[in-house]
């Protein structure tokens, strides 16, 4: 099920270590500018090479194969391909009997029977958010002057990034984080009862980045400690406007015209230097495994623009739902 | 988009005041046993009645429409439908023109031009989850025997229930609360990457249920605090049995064989007896809002049974789908 | 799979002889006017009592369950009921191991082990047609001005209904027809490149109707024996206009603005008064079965608003979607 | 919605005269041996080159990006590729503003504002098959030991093939053609009600190919002339064996174990070499016509693995989804 969205629709497909990997988008609409050079922004900010991401370095270079005729969108499908060109499969030869822990190793290989491609992840990589990303770029046009913004709140529990990683240098493990998402100037009335409120429609995208194990909108958990009185957000004006925004600017599962605001919280990188116990499933014993490949400290630092483009695409298809039963009343 | 799942289809349907609602379930297998009285015990829990829900009593008694005979499912569809009988729409007839705080009703009103069914929240309600409940009895005879089941942790931020309730009561005020689900018996294997994860499944429908506002999985946002060395599961057995569970049971979308373990945040209910102020639509000012309605003091006191309802319909659509493609090697 | 429709969704469920049948519209807009008698006239006109049709008479009273408010859609899915009242189970009653040729019920017995409601026909009935033609009054209305009119052709090999059902009833047998639908006012752009081109849309729908085994759009099967020049309609204006309609009105799957046009081939009835061969599943041996039911002479008698509200249904989607990714350029 | 199926789904990209174009097959199952020399045959029995093709000539070797591993597909996407290298761009540049007869050239334009790629018929071009062909290769071998084989029963009106391609040549016109589709070896109990007969996916897909505009089952369009009593086939072993098989191997939508057989109309090749009239949209008024480019006298001939691979497709589908309902019973 690698296809998400219900009109706006996205297909990923790709390894880490095959031939590449990339994304179909269908049902965009026609005419709107697109080229290769829009991505590299957003590809760049995602990429690896800041202090604390991997050292495994790609030219991410995108491809646009179809949907794009004299620099504009035709309305048919975008499809987009990244060539893989460093890649290292020795690093993972001795991974196929030893699951690491924390990753997909041990339940893909029961789920498709020895089959999957484990090298690197396969195709549970986390390599796989560049289709997301760039997917996203055409949902931020379709979206446009939406303007949607991702950013750290803090890594390994502090919000000095600089030392949280620097310790987890020292101490040879990774730290995860907490990222909020903020989605200003959609119009009142984007998501569907009862089953496609604007929470489940980024929910389920967000979690489909690998390495997110919680989502809050607006208040979030606190919610639960606050009263009714103080949580509702009073509307001050015909627009909806809300004095507060504990509601993360969805009522009902619909978008209220105010700001969403979500938090996610993002684990640690599985693949530590630091010696791990694992299953060794021909000897049938537990027992040390090295993780040798290369790999980010703190994954949570390349998430923000594939956060963003997940939020992008989640709303550009309710977006697209909306008009589409929209009437002149 | 009123209908979940891929495979295994939940489609609902109706308003808290009309004539009634209900869910059609689609593709659910064939030959198993059912007759009306195995919603019994689900729906009574449901139900309001207990301190700090409505007074709003309903007999909430299904009637099987189809799919089943001779007392078992036939494999067409299953409808059920449940008539609405005590419905007091007059005190619903202020709210057009004032929204309640934190209810869909402004937002409703926009979207559909205002030919949305206001009366007590409309398609909207918390009465819609009579079809959700209904439909995780089947999708739990199809899990047949995983278990699945689904506490209250804690209300107004308190282990103490009773407690909670008076003050919310003393008050005039309502709280919130948080809930833990799990679910046992699990195969390897469900959930299927990209956009199929099972926190994506079961988070999307989840999020469907009126006041859910945040999902974790596992250890959940204090993931974010954690070393990897410290989260990781490991791997002790060849069924893939962990010695912690840090990850709720899913490793990279997929469950892993343990415990599936999440808990959700449940907002306030929004209705309380306290005036509250709002936007009054047709005289443009903002102005005092006394509801005066039946409501639920703390409306997670009744989600139990639909929580796990939820959750058995996303893993129940999740294990269709996982059969669909299994292949004898 | 009883879901037809990406955006306007259409779900039936039902049996012959059970509690009733019935259908829900989902993603109706709002505000469009819609009461229990809008749907009389076209299932009036479906209705069994004429010349040539079942004896079995039902009241098919439609009961609009959800989605409707003050007399208009709420833009909320639309339930719609119809209770069965007039079942005589009993003449089905041997029908177990003598599967009806030409019927469902050997195939339902395989499928789903035994387990299926064969009385009737039971949710393989032509009465499941009563929830297309209560869905497709809705679609006219979304499309309203279009107009949709499907006409019958020829019946048992000719023009002169009378004289054919006259030789039908005298040799107890059944027979077939050919009918035409026409759909006038559309715009131009309908119908989406790959898969969803107007004749699958249209084609994927009537063969849900039971009985229909071919169409054929526009000159249809008789363009194999045409020349291109011959074939080709001439554009002769800029709305798109064409000399003559060869292609019914698509073109690469889209419609062109000229009027759609196409024919269904119906089969005669299997069920017929003669006696018959069918295998004896208990006795393990063929045999003679005599059909002592109710049943149609020529079924292609109803099938004309079952085609309308059809082709309505997959076209009022076809407008949805085509309006959800418009953009002004 | 340029995807096709509910499991096995199949996402097509491309155009004819851009980068490339494409598949991606989501839900495979994992472990089927998988190459790219499994191509070849199906591509070259599509290929140009014979009496009656364009003499357009493109390699067509298809790369797998995505979704097999050593040698056998992983259960991750597949992603095919083929690039365009013998493109003639200039053939079509003044086809902008001459929409030719019988082609999408003029509901392109209008529905994509202009913006559609109309070099060679862009994302509208008959070269976009390939990607089906590829994923019927994989669909086969998921039916494997099914059969399915399709062949050309007339084309321009006769059985002499020859001789019709002969005429047309002569004349500088393009002629159809009928085609016969059988599929042998299928189980009992393929598609779904209500709206998934196997008619219902078969026509779905077929009408996806350009140029079919027609399709019949067993009997087809010859059904209306019989009687029921004729027309039934009667069942004589506990298999399901009829002793006819006017039904084409469905009954009620459902496969009854017998060959499904269907046939289909192609219509000429909409490019002919004699001048044609059509609408100068930039000048406003109707004028000649004369198309220079390469293309097929009778595209009939190049139809028979592209439609053996629609209907692999579609029964793919269709097998996986009766494979997740099944239950022992």
């Known amino acids: 099920m690698n296809t998400f969205g219900n009109i706006f629709k ?4 790709g390894e880490s270590h095959g031939q590449g990997l990339g994304v179909v988008v269908d ?104 289709g997301l990303v760039a997917a996203g770029v055409i949902a931020k046009k379709i979206l446009n002057p939406v303007k949607i913004e ?31 998402c903020k989605a200003s100037g959609l119009p009142i009335g984007l998501g569907e009862p009862f089953f496609l409120s604007v929470e489940s429609a980024i929910s389920s995208i967000v979690f489909s980045i690998p390495a997110v194990k919680g989502i809050e909108f607006g208040a979030g958990f606190n919610v639960a400690k606050m009263t009714g009185s103080f949580n509702n957000d ?8 809300t004095e507060t925004n504990n509601a993360g600017g969805i009522n009902g599962g619909i978008s209220n015209g105010n700001d969403i605001v979500f938090k996610i919280a993002v684990k640690p990188t599985p693949s530590v230097s630091l010696p791990q116990e694992t299953y060794n499933i021909k000897d049938k014993r537990v027992e ?32 697209l739902i909306a008009q589409s039963v929209k009437r002149v009343f």
């Open 234 to 241: 009073c509307i001050i004006d015909s627009k909806g406007t």
């Open 150 to 180: 991702a950013k750290i709140l803090e890594i390994g529990g502090t919000t000095d990034l600089n030392k949280a990683i620097e310790l987890a240098q020292q101490t040879k493990d990774s730290i995860g984080g907490i990222l909020e």
């Open 27 to 130: 049902s965009c609409p026609s005419g709107i500018e697109l080229c290769e050079d829009d991505f590299l922004e957003d590809l760049q900010r995602r990429k690896s090479g800041a202090k604390g991401t991997t050292p495994r370095q790609e030219d991410d270079l995108p491809e646009i194969l179809s949907g794009v005729f004299c620099g504009k969108t035709t309305g048919a499908p975008i499809a987009i391909l990244f060539r893989n060109n460093n890649t290292k499969s020795k690093d993972y030869s001795q991974l196929f009997d030893h699951p690491r822990p924390g990753h997909a190793d041990f339940v893909a290989r029961v789920k498709y029977g020895g089959f999957n491609d484990y090298t690197g992840g396969g195709h549970f990589s986390g390599r796989l958010t560049l």
């Open 10 to 13: 996205v297909s990923i497909f």
């Open 288 to 319: 040390e495994l090295i993780i040798t490949g290369r790999h980010d400290l703190c994954i949570a630092l390349r998430v923000p623009p594939v956060l963003e483009a997940a939020t992008a695409i989640a709303l550009a298809d309710l977006s």
